[in-house]
T-cell receptor, first 115, second 113 residues
């Protein structure tokens, strides 16, 4: 299967700061990338979908000004959590596929802890 | 996208086949059935997917009923490393959803030695 990496794997930050998470497709060009959030003992929740070079589409209830997504190239998407608060502490996972007909592959996840 | 229903948990003895069921009674003709699994604190791992026909790969087999309203993922010889949450997801390959995956609660499979 295709390989997706995320960086950092974990991050601790103070409340009010911004945190950037990178998602890279290492051996394929990801036309579409997806960002998910997972709270303890819960399932993955899709946050947003981004296509290379265009604005992200956010799921209902996800604040686009708080979770900034950039998909500037076919191998890199970034998620910036702006003015993070303790309730933003979660496991953030990205996924990517070549196109909508193909399988989505996931990164290993980034664990965010906001103090 | 069609919803899926899975048992919350299942057990399996090591070396035996694990058969994980999934109901997707509202599936439409252009929707695929995908199976992923998530080992604790990791990103989901793709297992297999299918549209109408049964599928097999090096990890598992997918059996889809003729009416496509249910499917079964089969791990032929379960090992301790197969302990994970297994997600059955129905997704359109085309259209407005553009390959989005909406995860349910999945089935926690525990393989016992």
């Amino acid at each position: 299967g295709a390989v997706v990496s995320q960086h950092p794997s974990w991050v601790i930050c103070k409340s009010g700061t911004s945190v950037k998470i990178e998602c890279r497709s290492l051996d394929f060009q990801a036309t579409t990338m997806f960002w998910y959030r997972q709270f303890p003992k819960q399932s993955l929740m899709l946050m947003a979908t981004s296509n290379e070079g265009s604005k992200a589409t956010y799921e209902q209830g996800v604040e686009k000004d708080k979770f900034l997504i950039n998909h500037a190239s076919l191998t890199l998407s970034t998620l910036t959590v702006t003015s993070a608060h303790p309730e933003d502490s979660s496991f953030y996972i990205c996924g990517g596929n070549r196109d909508s007909k193909e399988t989505q592959y996931f990164g290993p996840g980034t664990r965010l802890l906001v103090l | 996208d069609a919803k899926t229903t899975q048992p919350p948990s299942m057990d399996c003895a090591e070396g035996r086949a694990a058969n994980l069921p999934c109901n997707h009674s509202t599936i439409s003709g252009n929707e695929y059935v995908y199976w992923y699994r998530q080992i604790h604190s990791q990103g989901p791992q793709y297992i297999i997917h299918g549209l109408k026909n049964n599928e097999t790969n090096e990890m598992a087999s997918l059996i889809i009923t003729e009416d496509r309203k249910s499917s079964t993922l089969i791990l032929p010889h379960a090992t301790l490393r197969d302990t994970a949450v297994y997600y059955c997801i129905v997704s359109k390959a085309r259209g407005s959803t553009l390959g989005r995956l909406y995860f349910g609660r999945g089935t926690q499979l525990t393989v016992w030695p």
